[in-house]
């Protein structure tokens, strides 16, 4: 199983990224995935999730109607948009795949003032 994140970077406050995290190694169809972030000194969080079809999405209270989860099933693709980024979304953002424990390596997203 590999999962693998890009599309992290600096960006001012009030920018977009989009992060995706390409799946192999098993049916991602199947699969609800899951972003979390980690920032300096914090623990892990749960960002969002996505059901395996792709039609049910849940997010954490501080990036509700910021951030979009999204999937791919033909590329084995997830992705998060994020807009209107603060800096306090600075972390390194990892994509999950639940039950299976399985972590991508991260990618950092860092947002300046």
């Known amino acids: 199983v590999q999962l693998v994140e890009s599309g992290g970077g600096l960006v001012q406050t009030g920018g977009s990224l989009r992060l995706s995290c390409a799946a192999s190694g098993f049916i991602f169809s199947l699969w609800t995935m899951n972003w979390y972030r980690q920032a300096p000194g914090k623990e892990r969080e749960l960002v969002a999730d996505?059901?395996?079809?792709?039609?049910?999405?849940n997010y954490a209270d501080s990036v509700k109607g910021r951030f979009t989860i999204s999937r791919d099933n033909a590329k084995n693709t997830v992705y998060l948009q994020m807009n209107s980024l603060k800096p306090e979304d600075t972390a390194v953002y990892y994509c999950?795949?639940?039950?299976?424990?399985?972590w991508g390596q991260g990618t950092q997203v860092t947002v300046s003032t």
């Open positions: 996505i059901s395996s079809d792709g039609t049910s999405t």
């Open positions: 999950f795949r639940p039950w299976r424990n399985n």
